[in-house]
């Protein structure tokens, strides 16, 4: 980051940190502050590693200003973020905007996954804005599994269980799960009422000849046939009597629609790859998406919708089926896509799948991969996501999600209980002359209760190839005192903390050059092999430790000769 940049995220920091102290009444998150900052400012985020150092100091700074000082500042630097907050009614302080026409106790949302495989990163937002509506409003929330496409979008068996927990996770529970492919028999029964009522029709035009029909405003040639004709045909679809492609059960709309997508639609065709499930198995005959989900809504009650704004063309079209069957319509919320950078990995589902099984990546929880399960494995609270989510709001516009903004809610919740450990790569072997037997950093700088960590020194150190000082001149070992490079190595000096707070020496972290313990990090980048201070052998795996100047890990294996960790972030 150079001087200019580092200079815009101050000022930004100082305006977001002003803001979040002066609307609560409190001093300022750094967490509270990054998410926002980085939302507003996206060309910040491949910067994401050095903003959080950049704005600690700022949030420090504002935060010495008090309550009333705090106020002044604003005024000065941002009087129109101090005006709308002013206007806005502290009652009414939520990070997500009102649902319409939503009455507390009567809100009812579905989450509709499709299980085709586990979740990547981006499809954490439903859940997490959806739970956040059910909690605001004591409403209920369904999980409708939509698993009638057994061919292009085929379900996969683990992946149910792989959402439920992941829901779970990100600190939300169904009032009710559901499988659509459960659930074949209902839509039959209304596809044939919706026959009954004249609002569907059996159709066997091969799709391109159909293609051109629909675009020219012309109907197909069976479009009038008597309702008697469609469910005797509807009925053979059903008994799997055609193959795919034969035969299709559409809903008659408007002909001359101004948009093509809605002129008489599919609701059933046929298919001929089972369904992976044994008791879905047997069906040939599947609703499309837009006949399954719209009749399930009504018959749940769902009461507000949230769906990309690639899908509005799937509310249009469902509103033809609610006027045959003279239902009331949900409240639709439409919202823009996620969009993550900082992988090298796509973020869709496929593309993971096929990663995966090609054994490019370990596991759909392999660090490099944009996952949920991926985050999860890597020591990252579910509610730390979800915080994330819920910040980028339900615009219709495309948002970018931060990493640092997950990180930085992270952070704020495992910090104090973390303890800290030394982890050295690509160790430079010093020998110590002339210092104690042991080092004894603290086990955490703010908590002294915690004790120490007695480190072993034995006459040699490994230090980072970057911390190695020039001859003649001093670091400090933290935790054990202040030696001068001399003559390849380190002469112990003394323990004077003086020499870095008025001298500038600087503060490296070391190892024992014979007693350590190697330690795998697993991180986004690829694997990383260090040399750790020997006591991290004996923290248990799913324990969370950071390594200092290098980040978080969690603990995830300890092997007779190696630990395993996965870096969370700095």
Known sequence: MDDDLRERVEHEAERHALLNAVKHGEEADVGAVIGPLMGENPEFQEHGDEVPGAVAPIVSQVNELGEEGRQKRLEALAPDLLADLEADDEGDDH???????????????????????PWHLGSARMPAVIGTYKDRYDGWMLCRFDDTDPETKRPDPAAYDAILEAIDYLGFEPDEVARASDRMETYYEHARELIDLGGAYTCSCPA?????LKNSGEACPHREKAPETTREEFDAMVAGEYDAGEMVLRVRTDIEHKNPALRDWVAFRMIDTPHPR?????????????????????????????????LQDSAKRQRFLYDYFDWEYPEVTHWGHVQIDAYDVKMSTSTIKRLVEAGELDGWDDPRAPTVASLRRRGIRGDAITEAMVSLGT????????????????????????DRAFLVRDGVEKTVVGGPETGEPPVH?????????????EGGVLIEPDDVPANGERVWLKGYGCVRHTRDAFEFVGTDIDVVREEDVPVV?????????????RTMEGDVEGQAEPGIADREPDEMVQFERIGFARIDAQHEDETVAYYAHP
Not at 208 to 212: L, M, P
Not at 396 to 401: A, E, F, K, W
């Open 95 to 117: 990070p997500l905007p009102d649902l319409p026409n939503a009455e507390e106790g009567e809100v009812r949302m579905r989450l509709a996954p499709n299980p085709n495989g």
């Open 208 to 212: 391109a000849e159909f293609s051109d």
């Open 278 to 310: 044994e008791a879905a198995s047997e069906y040939r005959c599947w609703p499309l998406l837009d006949f399954q989900s719209g009749v399930d809504d009504h018959l749940f009650g769902v009461t507000h919708i949230i769906r990309g704004i690639d």
């Open 395 to 418: 615009s219709t516009s495309n948002v970018d999600l931060a990493m640092s903004a997950i990180y930085a809610a992270n952070r704020e919740r495992i910090d104090e209980e973390t």
């Open 445 to 457: 700088p703010n908590h002294e209760e915690r004790g120490v960590r007695e480190i072993p020194v």
């Open 509 to 521: 972290h070391w190892v024992p050059a014979d007693d350590n313990r190697t330690v795998l990090l």
